[in-house]
């Protein structure tokens, strides 16, 4: 009885005894390199980046949808932040929210009213915003001083922008769990017809969650945008984007959307750390590195999407 | 029914043709104010050479997004074709041709089981395929620029006939082949049943599953084409062959006609929206407007042409 109880977070989350299966293995594969402060400090860095940037788009993946804008948010908000600087010194950081949320916005109305399917809206719109980067920043990576007190250390082996990111984890799962907005966005992934025919207004809810997404994201940003150096790239890196859907997909939300949500993103970013971590300490080569990833997304997009009936796949 | 030519109803049935044509003509025209080299000899074959592959990609794009699907692996298939090419025609002779267009068709088959009965959504299918084909190419590659010696295959798209390169030749031929496949063979009705109505084709007996299977693989087989004619007519290439491709693609596809929604245009129309895309592509090069400018004026054109064609009545869900 107690084991079956010990068992239970196991059968609701399988990724949990991935991760544990990972953590077990690396462990017993590089005893003197994986269990040690530095590489730990080092998963739990690459963990922020991941949540913070799978944190907003989880919620609307929950609702059936996509939202790959996140990167661009970051780029050119870091370009904006570099051009505002000057002029309104530490506040222009609060340009992030501000474009992440009037991103939201744009992408909510076009995608609610004008029927363009998100995935490749938001692409479309990564891709205006890294153009819009380049020329801004006229082609050069821009760093801008002054927000170094944001990851200024204050717990040994813990990064401050963990200790940051935790309101902000808190916020997405307490909205999600516990709020009308998560309840609905759960209806509109599971069903959106029947959504409608309840009495849920759809199209008001949509928009809803791409500005949730877009402000969580901008909120995420602030943060990141220290913890990535304090400047941002004028090139577009594919990894980047890859990778937040991998920590998503990972955690156990399906694309489909009407299950999981923030609080899977958590556990599926932990787990992708400790996996690339564990394969980038094996000395395999970069390219194999990236297809692994390739491959990864695949299967946990499959697995994930095993019994779901009812759905048409396009 | 039909009525007089240039009459308001005949305009109104025929928009989605009419208004591509119109855009082509207003870009044809603007760029020859902006810059009178646009129509030259020497701009014309330069506007030939952009759109030729870029139209063999395009076809096979059609008929997934005709079906309701996407396809965001053409761009990296196209590399992947073109390096195998060029990487492996010393040591196989023209046998590499073959090599390069049977692991595109394979490549593209696999988006398809993988969408058919593995139940991944095509664009997530497709990505992720993607950046593995991209993996492969890096590692096969390592990154250098690699350059095509054997002239016989550059002669493939190069060779001059009646004043135009034989790249042309080819991408005419097959958008002819793929424009007769759509419309007058039961795997052209097929596909657009199915981007029409995905239930009601299931009742009506289609099988679903293998005609994506077989859509997805003429996707990926085309792209190989592209591919190989690409780096015949280029005469070497690495990694970045192919790289910043995939919006203008996509907005060419869209743009002719082909909405997103599925189940209507076809390859016909994409050759006006390839007109226009790649066209405004040279003309903004020729007048100077830099890849971050074309990445920005793409990016919003697609959505517009997107939103414009879609078919808001008929669907209900959009994800």
Redesign the interface.
């Known amino acids: 009885m107690r084991f079956r109880r010990f068992l239970a977070p196991f059968i609701a989350n399988p990724v949990l005894l991935v991760l544990v299966g990972l953590v077990v293995l690396f462990s017993l594969l590089y005893p003197q390199r994986f269990l040690t402060g530095l590489n730990l400090t080092t998963i739990l860095k690459q963990f922020v980046t991941l949540t913070l940037f799978a944190l907003g788009p989880s919620m609307v993946v929950v609702m059936?949808?996509?939202d790959l804008s996140y990167v661009g948010i970051w780029m050119l908000g870091g370009i904006l932040v570099w051009l505002l600087a000057p002029t309104l010194g530490p506040w222009a950081i609060l340009i992030f929210p501000l474009l992440g949320l009037g991103t939201g916005l744009f992408i909510g109305v076009?995608?609610a009213k004008?029927?363009?399917?998100?995935?490749?809206?938001t692409?479309?719109?990564l891709?205006?915003y890294?153009?819009?980067t380049?020329?801004l920043s006229r082609?050069y990576s821009r760093a801008v001083k002054g927000y170094e007190f944001i990851t200024a250390p204050l717990v040994p082996y813990i990064p401050t922008a963990f200790l940051w990111s935790l309101p902000l984890i808190g916020g997405a799962v307490y909205l999600m769990a516990r709020t009308r907005i998560g309840l609905y966005l759960y209806a509109i992934g599971s069903n959106?017809?029947g959504a409608q025919l309840a009495g849920i207004p759809v199209t008001k809810y949509k928009i809803i969650a791409f500005a949730l997404s877009g402000l969580f994201t901008g909120l995420g940003t602030i943060i990141l945008f220290q913890h990535l150096g304090g400047s941002v790239p004028v090139e577009l890196n594919?990894k980047n984007v890859?990778w937040p859907?991998v920590a998503i997909?990972l955690g156990g939300t399906p694309?489909?959307?009407g299950s999981g949500g923030p609080q899977r993103t958590i556990i599926g970013a932990l787990t992708f750390s400790v996996f690339y971590r564990g394969l980038y300490l094996s000395l395999l080569?970069p390219?194999?590195l990236?297809?692994l990833?390739?491959?990864l997304?695949?299967v946990s997009?499959?697995v994930g999407?095993r019994g779901?009936k009812g759905v048409?796949?396009? | 029914m039909r009525g007089n030519v240039l009459s308001r109803a005949w305009v109104r049935r025929n928009a989605g043709t009419l208004w591509p044509l119109l855009v082509a003509f207003a870009i044809v025209l603007g760029f020859q104010i902006a810059n009178p080299a646009f129509l030259r000899y020497e701009g014309f074959i330069t506007l030939i050479y952009a759109m030729s592959y870029f139209l063999i990609a395009a076809c096979g794009l059609t008929f997934v997004i005709m079906m309701?699907?996407?396809d965001f692996a053409v761009p990296s298939v196209l590399k992947l074709a073109a390096l195998l090419c060029v990487m492996y025609i010393g040591r196989f002779g023209f046998f590499a041709i073959p090599l390069a267009l049977l692991v595109s068709l394979g490549i593209g088959a696999l988006n398809g089981v993988?969408?058919a009965y593995?139940?991944?959504?095509?664009?997530?299918?497709t990505?992720?395929?993607?950046?593995?084909v991209?993996?492969?190419a890096?590692?096969l590659s390592k990154g250098f620029l690699h350059i095509m010696y054997d002239e016989r295959f550059r002669a493939l798209a190069t060779t001059f006939l009646l004043g135009l390169p034989a790249i042309f030749y080819w991408a005419i031929g097959i958008w002819a082949l793929s424009t007769f496949l759509a419309i007058c063979t039961p795997f052209g009705r097929r596909t657009y049943a199915i981007g029409g109505n995905?239930?009601a084709a299931r009742l009506s007996g289609i099988n679903v599953e293998r005609q994506r299977i077989l859509v997805f693989a003429l996707s990926g087989f085309l792209a190989g084409v592209a591919g190989v004619l690409y780096m015949a007519q280029l005469g070497g290439g690495s990694m970045l062959i192919g790289s910043d491709m995939?919006?203008p693609l996509?907005a060419s596809v869209v743009a002719g006609g082909t909405a997103?929604?599925?189940g209507t245009g076809g390859p016909h129309r994409t050759l006006l929206g390839v007109i226009i895309i790649t066209w405004m592509q040279s003309g903004m090069l020729m007048l100077a407007l830099g890849?971050?400018?074309?990445?920005?004026i793409?990016?919003?054109i697609?959505?517009a042409v997107?939103?414009a064609t879609?078919d808001?009545k008929r669907?209900?869900?959009?994800?």
């Open positions: 059936g949808s996509l076009i995608h004008g029927k363009m399917p998100s995935f490749i809206l692409l479309c719109l891709v205006v890294w153009g819009l380049a020329i082609g959106e017809e594919l890859v859907l997909v694309l489909v959307g080569h390219e194999i990236q297809l990833v390739g491959v997304l695949i997009i499959i999407a779901i048409e796949i396009t | 309701g699907s996407f993988l969408l593995l139940r991944v959504p095509s664009f997530m299918a990505l992720g395929v993607s950046i593995v991209e993996g492969i890096l590692y995905l239930i995939s919006i996509f997103l929604s599925g890849r971050d400018m074309q990445m920005v793409f990016g919003l697609a959505v997107a939103v879609m808001r669907i209900r869900v959009v994800k």
